[in-house]
């Protein structure tokens, strides 16, 4: 039997943005999973918010899974970018450089303000 799953995920398209809004603990078992959804979101949006609000775990191979993400998108040239990160989450995505490799701040979401 498959273990249970860690980690869930809403998509709220709009005209503008399109957010990816990602709760609970993502590690390796759901890093495939992720890469597949992130594509389809960025195969069908002009711009995609990742919303890590919920978020209370990353690991490594999650980092590669956004990082990929980011690469794809900028060779399609859809902004992608990660809102929200809070907690232990957004201190690794500030210590590995992620947050500077998106370009954002990883805090509250432009669509929010």
Do not use: K, Y
Not at 44 to 65: C, K, P, Y
Not at 69 to 96: E, P
């Amino acid at each position: 039997m498959p273990p249970e799953p860690t980690w869930h995920w809403r998509v709220d398209a709009s005209t503008r943005r399109t957010v990816l809004a990602l709760f609970g603990e993502i590690d390796m078992s759901g890093a495939n999973r992720l890469d597949g959804l992130l594509h389809e979101t960025i195969a069908q949006a002009g711009a995609v918010e990742v919303d890590l609000e919920r978020v209370t775990f990353l690991d490594s191979i999650v980092l590669s899974t956004l990082v990929n993400a980011h690469h794809h998108a900028a060779g399609m040239g859809v902004d992608l970018v990660l809102v929200n990160a809070a907690g232990q989450v957004r201190r690794v995505l500030d210590m590995t450089g992620i947050t500077q490799l998106f370009g954002s701040p990883a805090g509250p979401s432009p669509a929010a303000t």
